[in-house]
Structure formats: structure tokens, C-alpha cells
């Protein structure tokens, strides 16, 4: 099975900007699709943003779009997520998912029976 690694996390102030990282070791030439999810304490583990392997197409939350980018690098079977001008609600553990379950336009937190998650990395924006 594919493990997830996940860094970057951080402190950091409203406004900043922090980049997540999430290395694939293990066989990963049927990935489907990788991307992040998030969890705030009390709250349920949400959809940040997610990359479609074959094509590279790309979604996001609401929340976040025009403030956040996915990408990857094929090379070295890594998955980022770029995070700019970041606010106190964004302040969450992240967690990368390989194979996420899509239904419809909508990406759900949970994965399938060929995924992974990451162990989570702490994001906290100051305010």
C-alpha cells in the first residue's frame, strides 16, 4: 500500500502563506487522484483541494479558491498544496488522501479501498 508523507506545517500570522507537502512512496502508477483534507477541532474532516492524476484537473473548496493551489511533481510523486493569504479559519490539521472518493463534483473524506491517508500535518493561523 502507498504511504503518505506529509510536511510544512506551521505557525504562522493571517495574511502569511505556508506550503504542504505530501511524498507517495510505494506503487502509485494507478493513482487516480490526490489531494487535502482538512479537520478543525469539533468539526467533521472537509474537502480542501484535490488534483486528478490522469489529466490534471483540479478542484477546490470554496472556501479557498483563488487563495490556494494544488500541484504535483511527477518526478518525485509528491503533491503540494500552496496556501496564501491565509485566515484564523483556515487553522486545521491537514491530511493528504491518495484516491479520494469522488460522487459527482464533490470530494468526499474518505478514500478508497486502493488509497491512503497522511498522518496530518497542524496548520494555525494567527490572527
Known amino acids: 500500500q502507498v504511504q503518505l508523507v506529509e510536511s510544512g506545517g506551521g505557525l504562522v500570522q493571517a495574511g502569511g502563506s505556508l506550503r504542504l507537502s505530501c511524498a507517495a512512496s510505494g506503487r502509485t502508477d494507478s493513482t487516480y487522484a490526490m489531494g487535502w483534507f482538512r479537520q478543525a477541532p469539533g468539526t467533521e474532516r472537509q474537502f480542501v483541494a484535490v488534483l486528478r492524476w490522469n489529466d490534471g484537473t483540479t478542484y477546490y473548496a470554496d472556501s479557498v479558491k483563488g487563495r490556494f493551489t494544488i500541484s504535483r511533481d511527477d518526478a518525485n510523486n509528491t503533491v503540494y498544496l500552496q496556501m496564501n493569504s491565509l485566515k484564523s479559519e483556515d487553522t486545521a490539521v491537514y491530511s493528504c488522501?491518495?484516491?479520494?472518493?469522488?460522487?459527482?463534483?464533490?470530494?468526499?473524506?474518505?478514500?478508497?479501498?486502493?488509497?491512503?491517508w497522511g498522518q496530518g500535518t497542524q496548520v494555525t493561523v494567527s490572527s
Open positions: 488522501a491518495l484516491d479520494p472518493l469522488q460522487f459527482g463534483n464533490k470530494w468526499l473524506p474518505y478514500v478508497k479501498s486502493s488509497g491512503s
